[in-house]
């Protein structure tokens, strides 16, 4: 009885903080992407890197920017990762080899964050500060900016320019993730997060074992995994480790700082196109497939038939930490398989069939709910354009978003976004099971073996980052095979996006009529919502009957 109330405790307050929290940074993440003004310290970057910060761009050459910005960060996080051992404070960590380094260096430019080693044996302090958490702050940052791009598209007519990729992605650091990242530092060093630069030390166990013990660091990098909804952990237990998540209070912390930049963006774009029903429209539909997740995966962690232990324990308790208990680890399951964080403080491959299941489908959905920073919402209104053609469809007339028609041309963008990723994983997956050598590298067989791998791509594509485990994927097929996922995963998307935005600007708007499909009424957060679950299950559901939901009807 008490756990249930301190769970539900947990869950509303964290709806609380994050509806107090909508407004005000919907609208100052509004207001850094359309302000006229630079700071002085925009200005020195714009110096330092030959920019105009006053020029904008075609939507051809935003495009090369975000690629070639990421090229560049690869290249870059790449080389220090394999020089590392002659760095300052490498606290004796050795290079890392040029599979690790290929996969992780395509992890974090992607915002996936996978990582196929452990953190705290692996990565000196030098390289976790400036390499792994530079990049948190900077992809997540272009999760933003081309979700920006993307707006203008719906609110500038009869142009070619979709903003500045440069001046976006430096306003959004400088602005938003830096200011929030030192508040919620200082916070989480106060909870128990601990931030020094100690290096590897042997610790005396009370039955007289020797243990080696990581400092460094910590709550400055674990506040913008968690923010910039990256989900790269210092150690490899990730936020389950006392070091980077120490007790209750900053577990639910932590799963509020992975929601709050996504949940606030819905309001960023109501400003932006001057209807703010449009944004709320879109924070619903988010938040029925948010409440609907954590209500599934919550149930069947707490009543599981699958164990007669979890019975007797009070839930499926294996994998879990007693620290949070199983609604504090659904609560945050779900939250980080909706986003694109990836950081987990439990064991997801030690759920439930149906409660690891559920985390799987939450990627396939694309991390929508409320998704990544900036991804999520673009991967949204790509799916509300699919949704408002259906309905054109249904009544005969050309459909229209915000006063954009939604042409041939505009649905093929859509249509090829929404394939991308799918194709990603089904392939990936599919050719990890025909090889006999990688699947030696499943724990399970059957059913379970299967969810394994499909988890892992599924999480790759969808530059979620978060693992099932009881897969083997430190080698060399399975670095090489994932982190070719997450940079398609990342980038065809990306593409697809900037060249609808530029379709969009060009356009002249049309003015509304009778016929014009309202998009934000109620009517309207219903048929997105069963779109974005036809197109998903669709599209996926073979590949789940094969894993979970077999496993789960066994």
């Known amino acids: 009885m008490n756990d249930t109330l301190a769970g539900w405790l947990q869950i509303l307050a964290l709806v609380g903080a994050l509806a107090l929290t909508y407004r005000p940074l919907g609208d100052h993440i509004a207001h850094t992407l359309t302000s006229a003004k630079h700071l002085r310290v925009e200005r020195f970057a714009y110096r330092l890197g030959g920019v105009d910060g006053d020029a904008d761009q075609k939507w051809s050459v935003y495009l090369r920017s975000v690629l070639a910005f990421s090229a560049v960060s690869v290249l870059f996080l790449y080389a220090f990762m394999r020089l590392q051992s002659h760095l300052l404070l490498s606290i004796g960590m050795p290079a890392v080899t040029p599979g690790v380094s290929f996969n992780t260096a395509a992890s974090f430019v992607t915002n996936t964050n996978w990582q196929s080693y452990s953190g705290e044996s692996t990565m000196g302090h030098l390289v976790q500060m400036s390499g792994l958490a530079v990049q948190n702050f900077v992809s997540a940052a272009v999760g933003i900016a081309v979700v920006a791009a993307l707006i203008r598209g719906f609110t500038r007519r009869k142009t070619d320019r979709v903003g500045n990729f440069w001046v976006d992605l430096t306003r959004i650091v400088v602005r938003v993730l830096l200011p ?56 490899n237990a990730n936020s389950a480790h006392p070091f980077e998540n120490p007790n209750a209070f900053t577990n639910w912390l932590e799963i509020y700082l992975l929601l709050v930049i996504a949940t606030s963006l819905p309001r960023t774009f109501g400003r932006m196109v001057g209807d703010n029903r449009q944004g709320y429209a879109i924070i619903a539909v988010m938040g029925v497939i948010w409440a609907a997740s954590v209500a599934i995966v919550t149930v069947n962690e707490l009543h599981s038939v699958s164990s007669q232990a979890g019975h007797v324990a009070g839930g499926m308790m294996e994998g879990k930490e007693q620290r949070f208990g199983i609604w504090g680890s659904a609560l945050f399951a779900v939250s980080t398989t909706l986003t694109s964080t990836g950081a987990v403080n439990s064991f997801h ?46 009544v005969g007339r050309t459909p229209e978003y915000l006063g954009k028609k939604l042409g041939g041309r505009e649905m093929k963008f859509a ?140």
């Open 180 to 235: 929030l990242a030192f508040v919620f530092a200082i916070v989480l060093v106060a909870g128990g997060a601990v931030q020094n630069f100690h290096g590897v030390d042997s610790i005396s166990t009370l039955i007289g074992d020797h243990q080696s013990l990581t400092g460094g660091p910590v709550a400055s990098q674990e506040v913008i995994k968690e923010l910039g909804t990256n989900g790269g952990g210092f150690y």
């Open 349 to 394: 491959d030690s759920y439930s069939p149906i409660g690891g299941g559920m985390t799987i489908f939450n990627m396939m959905l694309g991390e929508i709910a409320p998704g990544g920073t900036g991804s999520g919402l673009y991967g949204i209104l790509i799916l509300a354009i699919i949704a408002v053609f259906v309905a054109g469809l249904m």
């Open 415 to 554: 249509s090829l976004y929404i394939l991308t990723t799918p194709a990603i994983v089904l392939v990936g997956a599919g050719l990890a099971m025909a090889l006999p050598g990688e699947r030696a590298g499943m724990l399970n067989t059957g059913a379970h073996g299967f969810s394994e791998v499909l988890y892992a791509f599924t999480s790759a594509a969808n530059n979620n980052g978060s693992a099932f485990a009881g897969l083997t994927v430190n080698t060399d097929w399975y670095n090489t095979a994932l982190g070719l996922a997450m940079l398609f995963g990342r980038f065809l998307p990306i593409v697809f996006v900037l060249a609808l935005a530029g379709s969009l600007a060009r356009q002249q708007p049309v003015p509304a009529t009778a016929g014009t499909l309202p998009t934000h009424r109620p009517q309207f957060v219903g048929l997105l919502t069963a779109v974005i679950l036809i197109v998903v299950g669709l599209t996926y559901f073979p590949a789940l009957a094969l894993g979970p939901l077999a496993e789960g009807l066994s």
